[in-house]
């Protein structure tokens, strides 16, 4: 439907953009009214953007500038830190090594997952594998270490958000990601379609879901990502500048009887503008720790919409997700 109103061309957007400052400011006021937009937000089209969402904006140059500087250096370099399992599923995945729609080939991208290992948490001591942290650039730890703290921060200021849209008591999702079983991913794309290059088809990230609860995505200004409306269309979720696009997983769309939504996107290769340009993004994955128990929440079943899947440990539905996309 054309509009005139120059209003709505931001409204088209089928993700809607949501300001956080009611959880990031405490102002508790308004934080079901917050809440609510979320809700709304996870039941239409399993993504929102957040505006004031809490995570420093110097910082986020810092990170992706140590991410350019690592991804430049020489293939030997980031080999010596190669992904190994998929149960430890830590440091460099190389280009074409990963396809997130397996019935296509490999991503053109390069990865390095970082999790939160003992020397990040005291804390949680002896919990997780050490990361396979690369000798160069130096600010490269450093960086993303301080980078994966804030991002659990606004993780679990959203976890907070959910548990009021979900009418269960306030800490009862951050108490089931106590473990900071998180996966923080950063990623490259590299340039397409330049001169003598055939690779302008090639998908960046093919067509997928989530595996776990929810996903923080920071993209830097090139674009590409897509999400699949309802109807099956594929829409852009530009970059807005100051916020984080949030996406609800398959973990959170079983944990709600499919009242959230886990909904497939991609990055596209030839379709998107700026194809030529090398893109840069971080994806924090949540996770539940991988002993907790995923059944079925009191507000999302009743009579007329009875629970559909039997408790899970996270543990088990991840390792089910992770076969499927490294085969
Ligand atoms: O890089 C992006 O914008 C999206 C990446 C993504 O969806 C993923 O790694 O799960
Ligand atoms: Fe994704």
């Given amino acids: 439907m054309a509009t005139a109103n120059a209003h709505h061309a931001v409204?088209?957007?089928?993700?809607?953009?949501?300001?956080?400052?009611?959880?990031?400011?405490?102002?508790?006021?308004?934080?079901?009214?917050?809440?609510?937009?979320?809700s709304r937000a996870c039941r239409e089209i399993g993504f929102f953007y957040l505006k004031h969402h809490g995570v420093d904006a110097a910082l986020l140059d810092e990170m992706f500038?140590?991410?350019?500087?690592?991804?430049?250096?020489?293939a030997q370099i980031k080999q010596d830190v190669a992904w190994q399992s998929a149960e430890e599923n830590l440091?460099?995945?190389?280009?074409?090594?990963?396809?997130?729609?397996?019935?296509?080939?490999?991503?053109?991208?390069?990865?390095?997952?970082?999790?939160?290992?003992d020397a990040m948490s005291g804390e949680h001591a002896q919990r997780h594998p050490a990361n396979r942290w690369p000798p160069r650039p130096q600010a490269f730890r450093?960086?993303?270490?301080?980078?994966?703290?804030?991002?659990?921060n606004t993780a679990d200021a959203v976890l907070h958000a959910f548990a009021i849209a979900l009418e269960t008591p306030r800490e009862f999702f951050v108490e089931k990601h106590a473990a900071h079983d998180h996966t923080m991913r950063?990623?490259?794309?590299?340039?397409l379609g330049k001169a003598g290059q055939d690779d302008a088809a090639k998908p960046r990230a093919g067509g997928h879901t989530d595996y776990g609860s929810i996903t923080l995505l920071f993209q830097d200004d090139v674009g590409g990502l897509e999400v699949r409306t309802l109807d099956g269309e594929w829409r852009f979720a530009p970059p807005i500048p100051g916020t984080v696009l949030?996406?609800?997983?398959?973990?959170?769309?079983?944990?709600?009887?499919?009242?959230?939504?886990?909904?497939?996107?991609?990055?596209?290769?030839s379709l998107a503008e700026n194809a030529e340009r090398d893109r840069y993004s971080v994806a924090f994955f949540?996770?539940?720790?991988?002993?907790?128990?995923?059944?079925?929440l009191d507000s999302c079943h009743g009579e007329s919409k009875p629970a559909k899947y039997p408790?899970?440990?996270?543990?088990?539905?991840?390792?089910?997700?992770?076969?499927?996309t490294y085969g």
């Fill in 65 to 74: 500038a140590a991410s350019a500087e690592f991804f430049d250096q020489p």
């Fill in 246 to 269: 949030i996406n609800t997983g398959d973990l959170m769309q079983r944990w709600t009887n499919d009242v959230f939504r886990s909904t497939p996107h991609r990055v596209g290769a």
């Fill in 186 to 191: 950063v990623l490259h794309y590299p340039a």
């Fill in 286 to 296: 949540c996770h539940p720790d991988m002993d907790a128990e995923i059944a079925c």
């Fill in 91 to 117: 440091g460099y995945v190389a280009i074409g090594r990963e396809s997130l729609d397996p019935n296509q080939p490999g991503d053109f991208k390069e990865a390095f997952n970082i999790n939160e290992d």
């Fill in 11 to 38: 409204t088209d957007l089928p993700v809607p953009v949501i300001d956080f400052s009611a959880f990031t400011g405490g102002d508790t006021s308004r934080q079901a009214e917050t809440a609510a937009e979320i």
């Fill in 142 to 152: 450093p960086v993303m270490e301080r980078f994966f703290h804030a991002c659990v």
């Fill in 311 to 324: 408790p899970i440990t996270a543990h088990e539905h991840l390792m089910e997700r992770l076969g499927a």
